[in-house]
């Protein structure tokens, strides 16, 4: 790699639109001569560029700014509601399924109702055991689910909401 | 520019506050640092990409990121080259995700009026210059526009450009050797 000493001097008679001044050194050195052509075209290039850039307002570009961090923030909110409400649904269509499904084997298993009554009353105790189990562990849950589709749409209206 | 609806320009009043918290600088800060180097951003922009209607897109992103960057310098001159760094970092991005309506620069430049590109230097120089700057690297072309065009020093490039100082005296003479040739390739 070669490096004339004066390219700096070289690149500032450039920026000054002074290279005629330096016009016996570019003609006994290449190096330089290069750089003064390279620099001399993207100097050109960005005085042009620069007068012709059609810059929105510093108002506009802030504004644009505020509306998108409002969105963002927004939406960085509903994220976790929304998959706390994608959580709740599939929950509910779980159960759901779970219920159709024990219907469905009582359905036909060819038992008669009065024979199914007969035997959930012989065996009520442990239903109602079985029930009361149930329902201690899935109403924290229950409530849980309903606390967030119930707070879902207050946050959001927190987050969107201008004051 | 989108239109501004009365209840729009409200709902800006309302969080304008609100975006001095969110963003790094106040607004009348942003004014000053925007207006000193928006051109400079828009023409680094539009010369590493080589379409202005993507620089346009560019612009707004990188002063969004700008002002939501929490670590962001607070003296101007690493402010600025800390914007330049997240331009380069977009024009790198879009290069990944080509759009199909792009204009090439020295399409839109042979398509402009003749008499204002003669004004502005030479149109035909122009075009020249463009074709061989987008044959070269992308990371060439950065470090031709930021030393050559901007006149940035040796740290400041690596600074915007995430590279070793040390490294861009050779790297830039590598870079100014290619577009000579291509230049040359041009003239014959």
Redesign the interface.
């Known amino acids: 790699?070669m490096?004339c000493p004066r390219e700096s001097e070289v690149?500032e008679a450039?920026?000054l639109d002074r290279v005629a001044q330096m016009r016996d050194h570019l003609d006994a050195c290449a190096s330089c001569a290069?750089?003064a052509?390279?620099?001399a075209?993207?100097?050109?290039?960005?005085?042009?560029?620069?007068?012709?850039?059609h810059?929105?307002s510093?108002?506009?570009?802030?504004?644009?700014?505020?509306?998108?961090?409002?969105a963002d923030?927004a939406r960085a909110v509903s994220q976790p509601i929304t998959l706390a409400q994608g959580v709740a649904a599939a929950a509910a269509i779980g159960l759901a399924f779970g219920f159709a499904g024990v219907a469905w084997r009582s359905l036909t298993s060819g038992a008669s109702l009065s024979e199914m009554l007969v035997r959930l009353s012989a065996r009520s105790e442990e239903i109602a055991t079985a029930s009361a189990l149930v329902l201690q562990h899935a109403l924290p849950l229950a409530l849980g689910l309903a606390a967030c589709l119930v707070i879902a749409p207050v946050a959001l209206y927190f987050a969107l909401s201008?004051? | 520019m989108r239109d501004m609806t009365l209840s729009s320009v409200d709902r800006f009043g309302a969080g304008a506050a609100e975006a001095d918290d969110i963003f790094q600088m106040d607004e009348d800060a942003f004014r000053l640092f925007y207006d000193r180097t928006s051109r400079s951003v828009w023409s680094f922009l539009s010369r590493m990409t080589g379409d202005p209607r993507l620089a346009d897109d560019l612009l707004q992103e990188t002063y969004y990121r700008f002002l939501r960057a929490s670590g962001a310098p607070t003296d101007e001159a690493h402010r600025r080259n800390y914007l330049f760094r997240i331009a380069a970092n977009l024009v790198h991005d879009a290069r990944r995700r080509p759009r199909v309506d792009a204009v090439p620069m020295h399409e839109s430049l042979e398509r402009a009026d003749p008499r204002q590109a003669d004004a502005a230097g030479g149109a035909a120089a122009r075009v020249d210059l463009s074709r061989a700057m987008a044959r070269l690297k992308p990371r060439e072309r950065a470090l031709l526009w930021l030393a050559y065009a901007q006149g940035s020093s040796h740290k400041e490039i690596a600074d915007a450009l995430g590279l070793k100082t040390a490294s861009i005296k050779l790297l830039l003479f590598r870079a100014r050797r290619r577009l000579a040739a291509l230049l040359g390739e041009g003239d014959r």
């Open positions: 790699m490096e690149l450039v920026a290069e750089v052509q390279i620099a075209a993207l100097r050109g290039d960005y005085d042009a560029a620069v007068r012709d850039a810059v929105p510093a108002g506009v570009v802030w504004w644009r700014a505020t509306i998108r961090a409002r923030a201008d004051e």
